[in-house]
């Protein structure tokens, strides 16, 4: 089975920009998770989407948006870049059930000058 | 406060010997799961072992191993027979099932630093 995909791997933008930011789960994998991780902040959880609805969602502003296709294919949005957005951003799907492990994507560095 | 504390920033560990990674957790839901994840400098998150709090034996996946104290609230990675490869920054991760069991978030320590050396 081919494991989650994310696109872009890289991207910079300036502030100011909006960005779109891609992720492929896993074959049969409902559940898709996203999270940041800076230096400064380490491994913070955005939200996560199952079956097209937002389930659970992080501290973050509302600059920070998601949504997810039929297909369980996931995007984040985040408008208006900040300097503070530069960070590596986590996509994660599972399967449903307590025990069901999170499977990430490479993730997708983005760089905000 | 803080809901996963791991407290070694960077550990070194002598080839083909054992090392543990501390962890400890917080929450007041009596159902959780808990994750170790391995993170090389390339950033993919790569699952390595779980324990569920109802779990009896402790979580065992080849050559990691985790020893969970519950009344400790503790969930500590063993690594035995370290390799080159292991080299890389360690995450312990809870997740709380609550009431209803659903939705998936992952809360993250800030993580362990390990060098493997020869």
């Known amino acids: 089975k081919a494991g989650v995909t994310q696109t872009p791997r890289y991207l910079i933008k300036t502030r100011g920009q909006q960005v779109t930011l891609s992720c492929s789960p896993i074959?049969?994998?409902?559940?898709v998770s996203w999270y940041q991780q800076t230096p400064g902040q380490g491994l913070q959880f955005l939200f996560e989407?199952?079956?097209?609805?937002?389930?659970n969602k992080g501290n973050f502003p509302g600059r920070f948006s998601g949504r997810q296709f039929s297909n369980s294919r996931s995007e984040m949005n985040v408008s208006t870049l900040e300097l503070g957005d530069s960070a590596l951003y986590l996509c994660?799907?599972?399967?449903?059930?307590?025990?069901?492990?999170?499977?990430f994507g490479p993730g997708t560095r983005l760089l905000v000058l | 406060a803080q809901k996963i504390t791991q407290t070694q920033p960077g550990m070194f560990v002598q080839e083909k010997e054992a090392v543990t990674l501390d962890c400890t957790y917080d929450?007041?839901?009596?159902?959780?799961?808990l994750f170790w994840y391995k993170q090389p400098s390339s950033g993919e998150m790569i699952f390595l072992i779980y324990?569920?709090?109802?779990?009896?034996q402790n979580a065992t996946e080849g050559r990691y191993s985790l020893n969970f104290q519950k009344a400790r609230k503790s969930a500590n990675l063993v690594i035995s027979a370290s390799q080159l490869g292991d080299s890389a920054m360690y995450f312990c991760?809870?997740?709380?099932?609550?009431?209803?069991?659903?939705?998936?978030?992952?809360?993250f320590g800030t993580g362990t630093q390990l060098k493997v050396e020869l």
């Open positions: 994660a799907s599972s399967l449903e059930g307590r025990s069901e492990t999170q499977y």
């Open positions: 074959s049969g994998h409902r559940s």
């Open positions: 989407y199952f079956s097209e609805t937002q389930r």
């Open positions: 929450t007041s839901d009596p159902s959780y799961g």
């Open positions: 324990q569920g709090s109802y779990d009896q």
């Open positions: 991760a809870m997740r709380e099932y609550g009431l209803t069991g659903g939705g998936n978030k992952l809360t």
